[in-house]
């Protein structure tokens, strides 16, 4: 019966499944992909397997997986979260909870492996390689099929266009499928995030409202994509806070040198600073976000919870789409009386700190954006001083040639 049962759920591989048995047997293939062999217990199938896969990735961060390897230990009790791939034998894991751990129960007995799958082929073979080779699939390789590198990098070349491309669209599809996101089916490459972000907020608060006071804070903008959208492409008055030098890409200059009033517009402004209480609490600041308009930030790494508190602690609605959840960094954060360490966890977590909503961008990847609409009335002006002193806002020509 169990049996039956896995396969009807691997038959629709965005099926979320809740599975309970003992980890016997594990397979690292590198620091961000790991193998997992669950033993169901006999309520569900008795001896029968089910195999783990915990990877990074769009839906989990390279220390999520550190995390989650860390923690379990073979012979452990845990019930899992996850969605059946196609192939009805692997769960894509989103979650493990330790329900019994081996060395409490035998803290004298060593936990001996065993495989209750039948080995993959194709996939042993990868490993043999990988594990000859020191390392895991060299990314540039493997999406372009080149690498700078050469022979001499430390990661595995997978030779075959026709393969890579196979595995291009396997792993396209899969994300795709096994996506809570109820825009997949309509969903911008990433490389378009920032535009469809940035329609969602003109289509959410106007852009009379975005215009107000000092115009919005793109918080650990980056190379300042969407302050760059907002403020040179459609005149949102916005400023980058980061504290990495601001660089743009060819493809940035080459629209500052093309958008209609680009002379007077020029280049978002720039500043190059950590976002926390001290600058919160520099009067230098104070009138550029004590005036803004709004709080945003897209994958804004250890910044994220910092753009909320700013928000609750000024009353400045605020956008965030979260990312990676780094809960080494924040072991004070708690969930239902468990740590923050997935990151559906960590937007719930988000929401129930602020009271905000949450909603789904059309983009792939991590595309959940935690928001605050205005509850209460604001004071924002435009015509206080915003000191210049330290913010980069110079026009930028083109130098593409």
């Known amino acids: 019966m169990a049996q039956s049962n896995a396969c009807a759920v691997a038959t629709c591989p965005s099926a979320q499944t809740t599975l309970r048995g003992q980890l016997v047997f594990r397979r690292r293939v590198s620091r961000k992909l790991v193998f997992y062999e669950l ?9 029968h397997g089910i195999e783990l896969c915990i990877k990074a990735g769009d839906e989990m961060s390279e220390m999520q997986v550190k995390v989650f390897r860390d923690r379990l230990r073979l012979g452990d009790v845990v019930v899992v979260d996850g969605a059946m791939e196609e192939c009805g034998r692997t769960l894509r894991v989103k979650d493990v909870a330790v329900v019994q751990g081996w060395k409490e129960t035998h803290p004298h007995e060593h936990f001996v492996p065993r495989r209750i799958l039948q080995p993959n082929v194709k996939e042993d073979k990868i490993d043999q390689q990988v594990e000859t080779k020191g390392a895991g699939l060299c990314k540039f390789f493997l999406n372009t099929g080149r690498c700078s590198s050469g022979e001499t990098c430390k ?131 104070k009138a550029l976000l004590q005036n803004c308009s709004i709080c945003i930030g897209m994958h804004p790494d250890e910044a994220t919870e910092n753009i909320v508190d700013f928000s609750l602690l ?29 990151h559906d966890d960590f937007v719930e977590f ?37 000191p210049q002193e330290g913010i980069n806002s110079k026009t930028v020509k083109c130098q593409c040639g």
């Open 155 to 285: 990661f595995l070349h997978v030779n075959g266009a026709i393969e890579k491309q196979a595995f291009l669209q396997q792993r396209m599809e899969r994300k795709t499928a096994l996506s809570d996101n109820p825009h997949k089916s309509e969903a911008k490459s990433k490389r378009k995030r920032a535009k469809v972000f940035v329609d969602w907020l003109v289509d959410t608060y106007g852009s009379s409202r975005l215009s107000m006071g000092t115009g919005v804070l793109d918080v650990a903008g980056g190379r300042g994509n969407l302050a760059f959208e907002l403020f040179t492409v459609r005149g949102i008055p916005c400023t980058t806070i980061d504290p990495r030098e601001q660089k743009f890409t060819r493809r940035q200059r080459s629209t500052l040198s093309s958008v209609s009033a680009a002379a007077t517009r020029g280049a978002p402004p720039y500043l190059q600073r950590l976002f926390n209480s001290t600058l919160w609490l520099d009067d230098k600041y």
């Open 39 to 47: 033993e169901l217990q006999e309520a569900e199938g008795g001896s």
């Open 314 to 342: 000024y009353k400045k609605p605020f956008a965030v789409v979260p990312c990676c959840v780094f809960p080494a960094l924040f072991p004070e954060r708690s969930l239902h009386g468990k740590h923050v360490v997935t």
């Open 350 to 386: 988000l929401a129930l700190k602020s009271g905000a909503s949450i909603d789904h961008l059309k983009f792939c990847g991590l595309s959940k954006v935690v928001y605050m609409l205005c509850t209460e009335k604001e004071e924002v002006s435009g015509t206080d001083e915003v």
